[in-house]
């Protein structure tokens, strides 16, 4: 992938990875089915999101899983190798947390367009991705945070491990950290705000691409 020009500079850049990683978000909450902003939040999976885990097709067998601290991940991460039947131990990291939502927690999003419109109407400006990358709710963390946080985590993968799958069960907005790390265009980091439970996405090493992302 090539990292568009106009990219935030304090962004890291993973321009290449010697390890496949299969990111998969929880299965859905009573937040997600009412449209609120959880957050932090440790807000537990209900039952469409059980569902959801149990039914997770995972296109690779990951040798090693990490999950958020969160409940919702966690839960769905056991869910998932339950389903699978795969004897694999799962490790926390908190780098694979939720972003942070700041006063934006417990909010539905009808109330943070009224109450911020101009963050809320950041994730659409087409010409100036570096505002969006920053834009926060008051005391929460930004795409760019998370983004700090995520590639500290894959960075200390690298070192250590080489061609092997990883999976990692996290939340939305990891995954859109995780797109911005790889250079996608603005288009793909934020396709639309609400990225399905159990949406899979992948990123594996590639000869010419640096890394080819599914």
């Keep these: 992938m090539n990292r568009e020009s106009d990219m935030d500079p304090l962004l890291p850049q993973l321009t290449e990875i010697q390890n496949t990683y299969i990111l998969l978000r929880h299965g859905e909450t009573d937040f997600n089915a009412k449209r609120l902003f ?20 995972l296109p690779l067998t990951p040798q090693r899983v990490l999950a958020s601290p969160l409940g919702r991940a966690l839960h769905t991460a056991r869910l998932v190798l339950g389903a699978h039947q795969l004897d694999v131990s799962i490790h926390i990291d908190s780098r694979l947390q939720e972003k942070h939502g700041g006063v934006a927690e417990g909010l539905s999003l009808q109330e943070l367009q009224t109450a911020y419109p101009e963050v809320w109407s950041a994730w659409d400006l087409e010409e100036l991705p570096i505002i969006a990358s920053r834009t926060k709710y008051p005391h929460g963390e930004s795409d760019l945070d998370v983004a700090i946080r995520l590639q500290s985590l894959i960075h200390e993968i690298e070192t250590k491990v080489h061609n092997e799958v990883f999976l990692l069960v996290t939340h939305g907005g990891v995954m859109r950290a995780m797109r911005l790390l790889a ?12 990225l399905p439970n159990c949406a899979i996405e992948i990123y594996r090493p590639g000869e010419q691409e640096g890394i080819i992302y599914e």
């Design 38 to 57: 959880p957050g932090s939040l440790d807000v537990p999976l209900n039952n469409t999101g059980i569902t959801q885990a149990r039914e997770v097709k």
């Design 183 to 194: 250079g996608l265009s603005k288009k793909d980091i934020y396709p639309g705000r609400h």
